[in-house]
């Protein structure tokens, strides 16, 4: 169900963006994440139902903006 979710970097050695996707299919909030860092970084929403992880900067560089629709199955 949807929930507030949290995601690190424990044994990622690569930047990453997190996008976290709302019970709407909406990207409500999208953070950069630090290679190997053992800090939580969680959605201040408590809808999410799916977060997706991409190379930091994919968002942005694909125009990926808050509130864009995803496509889930």
Known sequence: G???RCMWMK???IELSVAFINREKK????FDLEPESLDSVCS???DII???EMN???FVKNDIELFSEV???
């Open 27 to 30: 990207i409500v909030e999208i």
């Open 2 to 4: 949807a929930a507030r």
């Open 11 to 13: 044994n990622t050695y």
């Open 56 to 58: 930091k900067g994919w």
């Open 44 to 46: 201040i929403n408590r």
């Open 71 to 73: 496509k889930l199955p």
């Open 50 to 52: 799916a977060a997706i």
